[in-house]
């Protein structure tokens, strides 16, 4: 969450996150800078965006709408499952037609074993993604 957030001010995508006056006022590719309530109230109030849970990520780009979850898993089991459930959940959330739902997720999920987190990555047909390929992502939507 924090770090993720640091990162992207960091201008990791090309730009530097924005406010939500600066974010309505254009059209042009940007993200939005907050907090988690502050993503997520609106998410809610633009796209219907309805989980208690914070978002970590609300962008524009190419003309779409882009809100995320990011994920560090440092290990299997326990707490770690529930963070990656918790991006999975993310992006299993109803929101307006057109809203891209993405999950940034790095860490040990991407280390080929039989254990759930790597099999459900593996399975899943969602936009799950490494931060490392973010940028590319984003530009290309």
Do not use: C
């Not at 800078?33 to 609106?42: A, H, V």
């Not at 965006?49 to 089991?77: H, M, P, T, W």
């Not at 739902?101 to 459900?120: C, F, L, N, R």
């Amino acid at each position: 969450g924090p770090m993720f957030r640091n990162w992207l001010r960091s201008k990791a995508m090309g730009i530097v996150p924005v406010n939500e006056k600066e974010f309505m006022g254009g059209s042009d590719n940007a993200i939005l800078d907050g907090s988690d309530k502050e993503l997520k109230d609106f998410a809610a109030r633009m796209f219907g965006f309805q989980r208690e849970k914070g978002l970590d990520f609300v962008g524009r780009f190419n003309g779409k709408y882009v809100i995320g979850e990011a994920k560090l898993i440092s290990d299997d089991g326990g707490h770690q499952n529930a963070q990656f459930n918790d991006a999975m959940d993310t992006l299993k959330e109803p929101v307006a037609d057109g809203v891209v739902k993405i999950a940034v997720i790095d860490g040990v999920p991407y280390i080929k074993s039989t254990k759930k987190i790597h099999t459900e990555l593996l399975k899943s047909s969602k936009p799950i993604l490494s931060a490392l390929l973010l940028r590319d992502f984003l530009y290309q939507i």
